[in-house]
């Protein structure tokens, strides 16, 4: 006879084998009930009867019914223990009934899935992608602008203004709210006024929804195809992929494409020193604040700090201009603005490396320049007034560089239309070699004409007090 411990002992095993059991019963159950499928049977059903309009209408009640009644069948499985299912396995039964309804017949067609979303539409709207989301917003695409410095060095603005420079030590070439550039350089000989790019740091401010805060450096001989934390994208952020580093030439040339702002960089060397070339829509160019009112892409070079190219090169006796001459010549296609530099590089380097940069800038030029008809810029002179317009010829003869205050109507033949000087009556293009800001006109170089008061009219430009200044 049996104890009671080992009656005890017993019973527990009896409950522990039933409680394993219904353990993994209730699991199986849990499964089942989670593959059932008999709402999209539901919803299937009501799809296929919603636009039938009379409830006399069997042939396409009884359609709908054999079909929804294949679908309870293909779930029975796992919707046995679904009260919902047998309630509907039950309706069919009497639907089909009182609808009189055979079993075997023609079925509903499958009602269709949905649609998938349309990508195109979502990456047409990736803030990301600064082109694609521009053009989504506007109805067209952005406008771009164009800074090159390289050589001595030579900047050319997004004005396409033209200046060679001293500036020795460390200049910002852009400082806005998503880019800083800062150029450091150092004379090329000791004593000498021409001095070159000897290293170049560039912040891709932190966009919270695209890109962390990127900083690249290159020095003369370490030019690096990454960023100073070693990476070569916009880290981990979903949009990091929209700015990227790209190695061209190891140690010669490399591209950063910064999608997400519409800028595409180019950071060269040609000799001992650095280049610097970028393409970027207007609206990020121009986003900066009145302090930030230094840089050299936007104002060019100091009048204090810009030296002219004619200087040292236009004596037809020195053989060292001539040899430059035709080394260049050799090079650019043009004895425009880049042609100058080179000879100037050339001449005050005694390298002949040194027509590489130019080259390799008028090349950046070409490709980031989206007008090709200021692809060439043309100038007598760093220090020189520049020629082609009538209305500064006409001033350059009446006061031959000297300060002029007109008070009759000489400018009621121009208008101003879209920041530029054109001939009223002509919609050709616009009077070249000066662009009008914040109440002035810029001519390349150092000329510049001042306007007091001025407004416009269809009768032409109304003024005050008009003064040039060369």
């Avoid at 998503?178 to 891709?204: C, D, E, R, W």
């Avoid at 004619?310 to 430059?324: E, F, P, T």
């Amino acid at each position: 006879m049996a104890t009671p411990a080992q009656l005890l002992k017993s019973q527990l095993s009896v409950n522990t084998r039933f409680l394993t059991q219904m353990f993994f019963f209730l699991l199986f159950c849990r499964h089942a009930y989670a593959h059932c499928k008999i709402s999209r049977c539901n919803s299937d059903y009501l799809a296929a009867t919603q636009n039938v309009d009379s409830p006399g209408e069997n042939t396409a009640y009884c359609a709908a019914l054999r079909s929804y009644s294949r679908c309870t069948r293909r779930t029975a499985r796992t919707c046995r223990g679904n009260l919902a299912y047998h309630s509907a396995v039950y309706g069919i039964e009497d639907l089909m009934i009182q609808k009189n309804c055979s079993r075997e017949g023609p079925t509903s067609p499958p009602w269709p899935p949905a649609p998938e979303p349309n990508k195109q539409s979502f990456e047409s709207l990736d803030i990301c992608d600064y082109e694609k989301s521009y053009a989504h917003k506007h109805g067209q695409p952005p406008a771009y602008h164009h800074c090159a410095t390289f050589g001595d060095p030579h900047v050319r603005t997004f004005h396409n203004e033209f200046h060679t420079c001293r500036v020795e030590g460390s200049w910002p070439l852009l400082d806005n709210q998503y880019l800083f550039v800062q150029a450091t350089s150092h004379p090329i000989a000791k004593g000498s006024n021409a001095t070159v790019m000897s290293k170049l740091t560039i912040i891709f401010k932190d966009v919270k929804e695209c890109i962390d805060q990127k900083v690249y450096q290159a020095e003369i001989d370490n030019m690096p195809a990454a960023f100073v934390d070693g990476s070569m994208n916009g880290g981990a952020r979903p949009g990091g992929s929209s700015l990227a580093i790209h190695e061209r030439s190891p140690g010669g040339h490399v591209e950063i494409q910064a999608a997400y702002i519409g800028a595409t960089i180019a950071v060269r060397q040609a000799g001992k020193q650095l280049s610097f070339s970028i393409r970027v829509a207007e609206e990020v160019a121009f986003s900066f604040t009145e302090e930030q009112d230094l840089q050299l892409c936007v104002g060019g070079c100091p009048p204090s700090q810009r030296i002219s190219r004619s200087a040292c090169c236009h004596s037809s006796a020195d053989l060292a201009a001539q040899k430059a001459r035709l080394i260049c010549k050799g090079k650019l296609p043009a004895e425009d603005v880049y042609f100058q530099s080179c000879v100037f590089d050339v001449v005050t380097s005694g390298d002949a490396n040194f027509s590489l940069a130019a080259h390799d800038a008028f090349e950046d030029a070409r490709a980031f320049q989206g007008d090709l008809k200021v692809l060439h810029i043309f100038q007598t002179g760093a220090a020189s007034c520049p020629s082609g317009s009538p209305l500064l010829v006409l001033l350059l003869v009446v006061v031959s560089g000297l300060q002029l205050q007109l008070y009759s109507s000489v400018l009621r033949s121009y208008r101003l239309q879209n920041s530029e000087l054109r001939f009223n009556g002509d919609d050709s293009a616009p009077v070249t070699g000066v662009r009008f800001f914040a109440g002035s006109w810029q001519a390349g170089g150092s000329s510049e004409l001042q306007v007091t008061n001025l407004t416009t009219s269809p009768q032409g430009l109304n003024f005050e007090k008009v003064k040039f200044k060369c």
